[in-house]
Each structure stands twice: as structure tokens, then as C-alpha cells.
């Protein structure tokens, strides 16, 4: 009987994970976390996914989805927090991901920075392409890249990381490849007769 009292009053469970689906993905993407003891509710439970707090769309006792949040980046650690006790740990790896550029328009030979997750500390021989055209990078970190606008048109931004790709986002070029051009028209009185 006492120790049954004892095993009561130490009824403290620890939420387990067991399989992450998929492993990889980018920043805004779900992942599915199936286990245990992750409570019916989510109350005042988390998930953390490289130590930052992830936004959840479904919870319930045996599996939880999550979206993988911005600030997370390469192998990032899957958290899930149910009464103050965490869960073991498991691995997700933050593919490379561009967030909208801001702005979204630029001059050619003007400076962007775009900003993402998991470009790697330093370019290496990953590259920035703008519409096809690789862009002349000056700074490269993991979570951020400043580049030169190339001369051609207006397009997608991709960048290439140990030969993946990433999402694309469109950049609008000012005066590119094609130019834009501006014909003024001039009205010139014709005099008729002599």
C-alpha cells in the first residue's frame, strides 16, 4: 500500500519521441512528431525546434505536428515540453530556406541581402542565382547573404547549398538586361502649304 502511495505521488511523466516525419524540411514547413505521453490537450505544453518555440497545428496523446519555425537552422533539436519535463531529444535538419526579401525590387549593381536558414557559414561552393544568373556575393553567413543585383531581368532568387536548392522568391530588377525603356513622344506642327 505505501508503495503504491509512493508511486502516485511520483507520477511524473516524461514525454517520449519516437519518429520525426519527414526528418528535413524547410523553415515553414510541418513535421510530424509521433511518440508518447505528450498529453490529449496541448494546455500549456511545447515544442521546441532548435530551441525556439514552434507554432502547432495539432496535438494529441501520441502525435503532434509543428510548424518548423524562422531562426532555426541546420540540425536543429526536437523538443517536446509537457509539465515541465522534456522529452529525449531527436534531430531535424533545416534544409536552406530564403525568407521574403525586403524589399523585393532593386537597381542593377545595387546591394541585397536576403535572409534565410542553413546557407552554411561561409559560401564554399554553394552560389546566388537571380534569374538564372549567379549574383556576386559579398558577405555569406548561415543565416544571411549580401549579393550584387546582376544585369538581367526581373526574376527568381535561388540559392544552391551543397547542391540543394533553395525555395525561390521573386525579385523584381530595376532597369535590367532588357531595359526600360521610355519613349517620349514629341508633337511637332506640320505647316502645310507654302
Not at 522534456?86 to 546591394?111: A, R
Request: glycine share 12%.
Amino acid at each position: 500500500m505505501l508503495q503504491f502511495f509512493l508511486d502516485v505521488l511520483d507520477d511524473t511523466t516524461v514525454p517520449d519521441i519516437d519518429l520525426l516525419t519527414p526528418n528535413h524540411g524547410q523553415v515553414g514547413s510541418s513535421v510530424t512528431i509521433d511518440g508518447a505521453d505528450f498529453g490529449v490537450t496541448q494546455d500549456i505544453s511545447i515544442v521546441t525546434i532548435d530551441g525556439i518555440l514552434a507554432t502547432v497545428s495539432s496535438w494529441s496523446n501520441l502525435q503532434i505536428i509543428a510548424v518548423v519555425p524562422v531562426g532555426a537552422t541546420g540540425t536543429a533539436d526536437v523538443i517536446v515540453t509537457v509539465g515541465g519535463n522534456d522529452s529525449n531529444t531527436e534531430t531535424f535538419t533545416v534544409d536552406p530556406t530564403i525568407l521574403p526579401p525586403t524589399p523585393n525590387s532593386g537597381h542593377v549593381g545595387g546591394s541585397i541581402t536576403i535572409t534565410g536558414a542553413s546557407f552554411g557559414a561561409t559560401q564554399g561552393a554553394s552560389t546566388i542565382t537571380l534569374n538564372g544568373v549567379t549574383m556576386t556575393v559579398t558577405a555569406w553567413s548561415d543565416t544571411s547573404i549580401t549579393a550584387t543585383v546582376p544585369n538581367t531581368n526581373s526574376g527568381n532568387i535561388i540559392i544552391t547549398v551543397g547542391g540543394t536548392a533553395t525555395n525561390s522568391w521573386a525579385f523584381a530588377v530595376v532597369g535590367g538586361a532588357s531595359g526600360t525603356q521610355v519613349w517620349n513622344r514629341i508633337d511637332i506642327p506640320l505647316k502645310m502649304g507654302i
